[in-house]
Structures are given as structure tokens and as C-alpha cells.
């Protein structure tokens, strides 16, 4: 009897230890599940911190003030503020001919800012809108000339439309932007047109003299002359030339002119209108 009593008593020890053995298991592997969890919230939590914290990116794009509106009575600009008023305004029409971009290298060696307005009918090849993108990443501000230097007043509506938006939509594809400013073959303007223009969130613009299409002034020499010497030279004149060979050349003789005589050149990007 005592012999089987002992082994009843060994079994029944053998029983309670292993029970023992197990309910610590299942303790420590749900103590390790809830380990597991909680380290799992605190990586969300720091990987969210993390997101949080990062700094936002700001624009490196720089936001010029408005120095200069256009006068609109004879297209001169006029100083906004204390901003210096002997200056004139560059503009090249007719781009990208045959000289646009000689020409913009040349006012980028003289750090002349000026406006290039540009007509469709010379940007369609590869090349010509290779020459656009070419003087827009020069810096220079590119105006619309519209697409085939149409006469405004002689042509519907519906062209004139056609005439303003295709070469904002060409421009656009090639330099990333629609054109700043509009400038109508002629200098002149129709109420629709107008109207267009300013639904464009272009600024409108003229000129105040010019004279490179006048066949006495077909020559580099007489060019530089009348441009800086001229009867109609005013503080803030709106100065007009054409993408050609004699103002290509005369181009370094005008702007050595009007720094002698004083003048600074406006940036088309300061001009009220186009901000």
C-alpha cells in the first residue's frame, strides 16, 4: 500500500508541474504579444512624428514688386514710387527670325533685360521653338506678336482669336508659360482683341518710337544714332526694334548710347500687370 501511495503522490506532482509549466508559457507569450503590439504603436507613433516634422519646401521663385506702369497715352513708363525714372524699355519684334537669339546673347553679355515678342509663323520647326526656349532661358520676357502678324482690323473675330491664343498655346509648350505681354502687328488694337488680351492676363502694350524699319535706317550707324539721339527720346520710352541684321549690329552702339546719357533699363518682370 505504501509503495503505491508514493507513486500515486509522484504522479500527481508530475501532473501539477507540468500544469505549471504550461500556464507560464501561455503567460509569457502573451506577455510577449502585448510587447510586440505596444512596440508596434510606439514605431507608428514615431514614424508619424517623423512625417510631421519634415519642413514643408518653400518656392525658390523670386516675387519682383511692380516698379513701373504703363502710361498709356504715348506708352512710356512711369515710376512707381522711388523707382529710378530715367530709364527706357528694350522690346524686339518679329522673334525668333534670323537674329533673335544673337541678339539676346548680346544684351545678356550688356545685362540688358528686354521683352522678345515672338510671332508664330517662326516657331514652327524644331529649331525656331529650340531658338525661343533658347532666349526665354536666357531670361529675357516673351510677348505675343500673334501667329501671322495679321493686320487685326482687316480679320473676323474668330481669327483674331485664332491669331492670340495659338501662339499662347506654342509658347506654353515650349518655354512652360504663356507670354506676359501683347503686342498687335501695326500697333493696332480692336475692342475684341483687347477684350482677349485682358482675359489672357496679358499686359497690353505699344511702343514709343522705333525706326528700324525705315529704309534710311537699314544700316547699324544711322540706327544707333536716331535711337539715342532721337526728338522722342523721354524718361520711360518704350523703345521698338525688329529681329534684323542692321539692329543686331547696332544693338551694343544703343545700349553704350543710352547708359552714356544716363539711362538704366527696365526689367519687362517689374512692369505693373503682370504679376
Known sequence: MKKTAWILLAVCILI?????????????EKESEQTTEVSGEEKVEVTQEIVEEEPIEESTEEIREPLYELNPANWTLQPIGDANPKVVLLTIDDAPDKYAVEMAKTLKDLDVPAIFFVNGHFLLTDEQKANLKEI????????????????????????QQEEILKVNETVEAVIGEKPK???APFGINTDFSRSLVENEGMQLMNWTYGYDWEKEYMNAESLKDIMVNTEYLTDGANLLMHDRKWTAEALPGIVEGFRAKGYDFID???I????
Not at 501539477?16 to 509569457?28: D, H, I, P, V
Not at 505693373?272 to 504679376?275: A, L
Open 181 to 183: 505681354f501683347f503686342r
Open 16 to 28: 501539477l508541474s507540468a500544469c505549471g509549466l504550461a500556464e507560464e508559457k501561455n503567460t509569457t
Open 272 to 275: 505693373k500687370g503682370i504679376e
Open 136 to 159: 526665354s532661358d536666357m531670361g529675357f520676357a516673351i510677348g505675343n506678336h500673334t501667329q501671322t502678324h495679321a493686320n487685326l482690323k482687316d480679320i473676323s473675330e474668330e481669327q
Open 268 to 270: 519687362p518682370h517689374t
